[in-house]
């Protein structure tokens, strides 16, 4: 089973992630970052974590969700699979290069390159809007999904 761990403050992260849900046909759950616990992330054989880049980081509930689970599964899930999608306004690379490094811990490994969704809002009235994610960066986000759910069924990783 894939966990896809997201978080959305203006829609474009949430739809990224349901897109790979979708993609992943029934072999992954959906799960917010406020909620996700530990026992999520040891029922799941890979992740896949989605989030917006703020301020060129994580959003402060992703980079939570790690501080309240990371302990807890240290030395637990060590090798599983993992891949990531960030929904940015102009880069994407800092919130990235954050979550690589806090996984890094856990000793996960990478299976995909990351989706970085640049939507372009550059704006205080642009960054603030709801997103409309394209179309084609969604079916990105949906071949994601299906690629690492096939990839786990398939114990490719």
């Known amino acids: 089973m894939l966990l896809i761990v997201w978080h959305s403050r203006t829609g474009a992260s949430r739809a990224l992630a349901e897109a790979a849900a979708g993609g992943a046909a029934g072999q992954a759950r959906l799960v917010r ?9 040891l029922a799941a054989r890979g992740y896949l974590f989605v989030c917006p880049e703020n301020l060129g980081t994580m959003t402060g509930i992703m980079k939570e969700m790690f501080d309240r689970c990371y302990y807890p599964l240290l030395g637990r899930i060590e090798g599983r699979a993992y891949a990531s999608m960030i929904a940015a306004g102009s880069d994407g690379h800092g919130a ?8 890094t811990g856990w000793r996960l490994r990478r299976v995909a390159p990351s ?43």
């Open 115 to 157: 989706l970085i969704a640049n939507l372009g809002a550059q704006t205080a009235d642009e960054i603030a809007a709801p997103k409309v994610v394209p179309s084609p960066l969604l079916a990105d986000a949906a071949e994601l999904g299906a690629a690492m759910a096939s990839g786990l069924e398939q114990r490719i990783f």
């Open 33 to 41: 970052a406020a909620e996700a616990v530990p026992e999520h992330f």
């Open 96 to 103: 990235q290069a954050q979550l690589d490094r806090i996984v």
